[in-house]
C-alpha cells in the first residue's frame, strides 16, 4: 500500500515534470511559428509602432490635451488599444480556427496533450506580443515624444490586464463560433472597426454627440481607453470601466468555453 | 470490442461490432466507404464515444482512462493536416516530448526516409512525404498499438512497399497495428487477419487466405501425377471440394491449406505430382463476393 502510493506519487510527479516540459517545448514551437508567419507581430506590433512614429512626429500632437496629457499622450491609450483589438480579434481567431480546419486539434487529441494545449500555448504567445507591443508603446512614446510614464502604475497595469482580459475573450468567443477561418476573419474585422470607432481612433470621444458618448462608455475598448488615460494622469482608474472590461471578460471568456468547437 | 453501436443522428454508422486484437498481431479492417472502419477505429481510439458496447484496449477503458490509453496507442488519422511552416524535426520532437517513452525521432526518421526532410516545412513536402510524416507521428509516441486509418493512401509503389517493410518491422517489436485500409493487396500482405465491415457490421472475420478460400471461390490445383493412385486418396481429403480428371492432368479444387495437404496425400502414396500449377482464391474476388452479398455496392456507398 505504502510503496504503491510512493510509486504513484513518482509517476504522477514525473507525469507533471513531463507535461510541464511538452507546455514548453509547444510554446517554443508556438513561438517559431508565430516568428515564421508574422501575421500578429505586423498587424499588433509592427502597425501601432509605426503609427506611434507618424502621429507622435505630428507637431500638434505636443500641444496640451485632456487633463495633464498632451494631446498625444491622450493617444497613447488609443495606440494600445489598437494593438491589443488587432491581435486579439484577427491574429488570435483565425490561426486557431485555421488548426481546427486542418485537424492538427483532432491529431493533438489522439496525444496525450489535449487540444487545449494547443489553444493555450498560442494564447500565450499572442498576450506576449501584445505585451510587446504596450512595451514599445508606452516606452516608445516616452523615449521619442516626452510622453510622461503612467502616474500611477499600479491602476495602469490593471487596466492594462483587465482590457487584455476582455478583448482575448472576445477573439477566443470568436473563434469558438466561427465555422471556418473565412468567417471568423470577417467576423472580426466587423467587430473591430466599431470597436476602433468608440475607443477615439479616429474621432475624440469627447466629438461625438451624447448619445454615442454614452454608447461608447459601455464597449471594452473604450473602457480600457478611459481607464489607460486616467492612470496615466495619476488618478486610479474609477469602477466604472473597469467594470465594462471585466464583465466583458467573463461574459464572452464563459461562451467562449461553452460554444468552443474542437472539431 | 464488444457490441459496438454508434449513431450519427439517424445514421447508424456501426451496429454490433466485435473483435479481440492480439498482442503483435496485424489486424486488417476492410470494407466499402462508409461501411464503419472509420467509426470504429475512431471509438477504438477514443475519439468518438460509442452509443454502447464494450471496448478494452490493453485492459484500458478510451473513455474513463485517456491519459493512460494514448501514452500507449498511436493513431494515424485519415485526414489531419499541420501547420504548413512547422519543420518535420520540430514536429516529431514536439510530439516526442508528449510521451513517456517516446521513440527517438531521428530513428524513426531514418526508418521513414524522412531524415533528408528534417529542416523541411510541412507544406512543402509531397503527399507520400505528409503521409510517411503522418505515420512516424504515429508511432513517436512508442506505442504498444498503432492504430492507422488509410496506411499508403496515396503513396507509390516504391514507398508502399516500404511502409508495408516499417510495419512489419514495428509489428516484430511486439506492437499490435490495426490498419484500416482499401487495398486487398495491403491486407493480404500485412494483416494476420481481416475483418470485413459492411453497412456497419461484421461480414467476416478471418486469415486474408481463409477469408479468400472460403468466400473467394476456392483454390484450384493441376498437376500430372508422375504414376497411378486411387482418386480416393485425394478425395477424402477435408480440404478438397471437387476432383477431375483430364487425360493425364489432374484437377484439384478445395480450400484452406490445399496445397500442402494434396502433396503431402500424394507423397503417401508414392506418387509425384509434376508441371504443378495453382490458381488461388483472391481476396479481391472474396472482398467483391461478401460485400455484394451483404447488399453494398463495394465502389458506392456514400460516407455518413
Known amino acids: ?26 510554446l517554443q514551437t508556438e513561438g517559431k511559428l508565430a516568428w515564421r508567419t508574422p501575421f500578429g507581430l505586423g498587424l499588433g506590433v509592427v502597425i501601432p509602432a509605426f503609427f506611434l512614429f507618424i502621429i507622435g512626429s505630428v507637431p500638434a500632437m505636443r500641444k496640451p490635451g485632456p487633463g495633464t496629457l498632451t494631446q498625444f499622450g491622450a493617444f497613447i491609450p488609443v495606440l494600445i488599444g489598437m494593438s491589443l483589438a488587432l491581435i486579439a480579434l484577427i491574429a488570435l481567431p483565425i490561426p486557431l480556427v485555421l488548426n481546427r480546419d486542418r485537424g492538427v486539434l483532432r491529431r493533438f487529441a489522439t496525444t496525450p496533450v489535449a487540444p487545449s494545449w494547443l489553444l493555450a500555448a498560442q494564447v500565450v504567445v499572442n498576450l506576449a506580443l501584445a505585451l510587446m507591443a504596450i512595451v514599445i508603446i508606452v516606452a516608445g512614446g516616452a523615449l521619442f515624444f516626452g510622453v510622461r510614464l503612467p502616474s500611477q502604475p499600479a491602476g495602469f497595469v490593471l487596466s492594462v490586464l483587465l482590457a487584455i482580459a476582455a478583448m482575448f475573450a472576445i477573439g477566443l468567443l470568436i473563434a469558438a463560433l466561427c465555422p471556418s477561418a473565412a468567417v471568423a476573419g470577417a467576423v472580426g474585422t466587423v467587430v473591430l472597426y466599431p470597436l476602433l470607432f468608440f475607443s477615439g481612433l479616429w474621432t475624440p470621444t469627447a466629438d461625438m454627440s451624447p448619445f454615442l458618448r454614452r454608447l461608447s462608455g459601455f464597449t471594452p475598448l473604450n473602457a480600457a481607453v478611459q481607464a489607460m488615460r486616467d492612470a496615466m494622469q495619476g488618478t486610479f482608474p474609477p469602477a466604472r470601466p473597469l467594470l465594462v472590461l471585466a464583465a466583458c471578460a467573463v461574459i464572452c471568456g464563459a461562451l467562449a468555453v461553452r460554444y468552443f468547437r474542437w472539431e | 470490442m464488444d457490441g459496438l453501436r454508434k449513431t450519427y443522428g439517424p445514421v447508424t454508422a456501426v451496429d454490433g461490432v466485435s473483435f479481440t486484437v492480439g498482442e503483435g498481431e496485424i489486424f486488417g479492417i476492410i470494407g466499402p466507404n462508409g461501411a464503419g472502419k472509420t467509426t470504429t477505429v475512431e471509438c477504438l481510439s477514443g475519439l468518438r464515444v460509442p452509443d454502447s458496447g464494450a471496448i478494452r484496449v490493453l485492459g484500458l477503458d478510451p473513455q474513463a482512462d485517456r491519459a493512460e490509453l494514448r501514452q500507449c496507442v498511436g493513431v494515424q488519422l485519415q485526414e489531419g493536416s499541420l501547420p504548413p511552416k512547422i519543420k518535420v524535426g520540430e514536429i516529431l520532437e514536439l510530439f516526442a516530448s508528449f510521451y513517456a517513452h517516446p521513440a527517438d525521432p531521428g530513428e524513426l526518421m531514418d526508418a521513414l526516409g524522412l531524415a533528408g526532410k528534417r529542416g523541411s516545412y510541412f507544406r512543402r513536402l509531397s503527399g507520400g512525404l505528409k503521409q510517411r510524416l503522418s505515420i512516424a507521428l504515429a508511432l513517436v509516441g512508442g506505442p ?59 461480414a467476416a472475420l478471418d486469415t486474408p487466405a481463409g477469408l479468400a478460400g472460403h468466400a473467394g471461390g476456392g483454390t484450384h490445383m493441376r498437376f500430372v501425377p508422375t504414376g497411378p493412385f486411387a482418386g480416393q486418396v485425394l478425395a477424402a481429403l477435408p480440404e478438397v471440394t471437387a476432383l477431375e480428371r483430364q487425360g493425364e492432368r489432374i484437377t484439384v479444387s478445395g480450400n484452406g491449406d490445399l496445397v500442402s495437404a494434396v502433396m503431402r496425400a500424394l507423397m503417401a502414396a508414392g506418387v509425384e505430382a509434376r508441371d504443378v500449377q495453382v490458381e488461388s482464391p483472391s481476396l479481391d474476388d472474396a472482398y467483391l463476393r461478401l460485400t455484394r452479398a451483404a447488399g453494398h455496392d463495394p465502389q458506392g456507398a456514400l460516407r455518413p
Open chain 1, 1 to 26: 500500500m505504502t510503496t504503491g502510493t510512493a510509486i504513484g506519487g513518482a509517476g504522477r510527479v514525473a507525469g507533471r515534470a513531463r507535461r510541464g516540459r511538452a507546455f514548453g517545448k509547444l
Open chain 2, 144 to 202: 504498444r498499438i498503432a492504430i492507422l486509418d488509410e496506411l499508403t493512401t496515396g503513396l507509390d509503389p516504391q514507398a508502399r512497399q516500404d511502409t508495408w517493410q516499417l510495419i512489419e518491422r514495428v509489428r516484430d517489436r511486439g506492437v499490435s497495428v490495426v490498419l484500416v485500409t482499401h487495398f486487398m493487396d495491403e491486407a493480404e500482405e500485412l494483416c494476420d487477419r481481416v475483418m470485413l465491415i459492411t453497412g456497419g457490421r461484421v
